[in-house]
């Protein structure tokens, strides 16, 4: 059977194709595409509506060697968890909008990770960054040099305090007072607190507030009642351990993240404590999964769709700025949801 030959697939539409098949200049084409005002409306319109007869695609890589932009975003978390899965939504809701292409890296953690992400992301042409820093990022260096060389950078939620950059971040001082406030009012008076690594930011803004809401009710500051641990339910559960075994016993916990209050939670149903009987427990984040553990898990909620959409914004407001922009700090609230894990007192 002989072999069918098979037709060479058409090649695609070129704005030379546009402006033969009208009779115009390449220029002409071109400006038109452009939404150049010095272009006839009819003829822009006739442009435009021989590029779609033609199933015209401009060349992106072309493009951006005019524009000097690619219309794509490097965003770099720590991992893509509940919080930062809904968080690169929101930056990814506000980038298609306004025509942009999101490319997401994960650091896993890793200050080292992050730092080839970084430069992977550069090396894709990307207009800039949004960012969240690693548990194991102390040094930004890497974040300082990039605004050196004028490339548009925002941080959110996970930030560095020493960094003139323009951040999104929690109240995550006011998130813990709420928290902490809610166990007294329901009779707790050994809160303990699980908190992330001695170096991370937010954890440690997490601790002030546990402090200053201790102080504010007149309890005293128990260094006891405080373990640092890493963010994973592995070393929660073994934190929570050591807590109940030093003979330090608790009457509630409050754990950075809800993945170190589920850690906390197995830990206490393997000691024979109850929720919240013995124990009352609140975690913090509220992702779905607090509302199908048993009993439910009281945290606090932060706004993960709202901080993603507000970093897309500001970050998209540093490029098409023509003047440099002074950097800008946005705080969003957070909101404790109450449920069983915590409620010693029924209403």
């Known amino acids: 059977m002989p072999l069918q030959r098979r037709e060479r697939p058409a090649k695609p539409a070129t ?4 402006a033969r098949s009208l009779g115009v200049s390449i220029s002409t084409v071109s400006r038109a595409m452009r939404d150049f005002p010095d272009v006839n409306p009819d003829t822009k319109q006739a442009v435009l509506d021989m590029a ?3 199933d015209y695609q401009p060349n ?6 005019v524009t000097r932009h690619t219309h794509s975003i490097g965003v770099i978390v720590p991992n893509l968890d509940y919080f930062f899965a809904t968080a690169v939504r929101g930056i990814d809701e506000i980038a298609l909008e306004a025509g942009y292409t999101v490319l997401t890296c994960q650091s896993n953690e890793s200050y080292g990770r992050e730092i080839t992400n970084t430069q992977r992301l550069l090396n894709s042409q990307v207009d800039g960054l949004i960012v969240s820093l690693s548990s194991a990022t102390s040094n930004v260096d890497h974040m300082r040099r990039l605004m050196t060389r004028g490339v548009p950078l925002v941080l959110f939620d996970r930030v560095a305090t020493d960094l003139d950059a323009t951040k999104v971040v929690l109240d995550n001082h006011d998130g813990a007072m709420q928290a902490v406030n809610h166990l007294f009012e329901q009779g707790c008076r050994r809160i303990a607190y699980l908190a992330g690594p001695p170096s ?6 997490r601790k002030d507030g546990y402090l200053a809401a201790l102080r504010q009710h007149g309890l005293p ?3 006891d009642l405080i373990i640092h641990c890493e963010f994973d339910q592995a070393h929660a559960y073994r934190a929570t351990e050591q807590l109940l075994a030093s003979g330090q016993q608790p009457d509630a916990i409050f754990t950075v993240s809800d993945r170190l209050a589920i850690g906390a939670l197995l830990a206490l149903r393997h000691r024979g404590q109850r929720v919240p009987e013995d124990v009352a427990l609140v975690g913090f984040n509220d992702e779905p999964v607090a509302s199908l553990l048993t009993p439910t898990l009281s945290s606090v909620s932060q706004p993960a769709f709202e901080m993603g959409k507000v970093a897309a914004q500001l970050f998209l407001e540093q490029l098409n700025s023509e003047s440099i922009l002074p950097p800008r700090t946005i705080v969003l609230k957070p909101v404790l949801v ?3 894990s915590s409620l010693k007192r029924r209403p």
């Open 200 to 205: 991370f930011s937010i954890s440690n803004q």
């Open 221 to 223: 500051v128990n260094e």
């Open 15 to 18: 704005i030379k194709d546009i």
């Open 338 to 340: 109450v449920r069983e």
């Open 60 to 65: 992106q890589v072309a493009l951006s060697l």
């Open 52 to 54: 779609k007869q033609l």
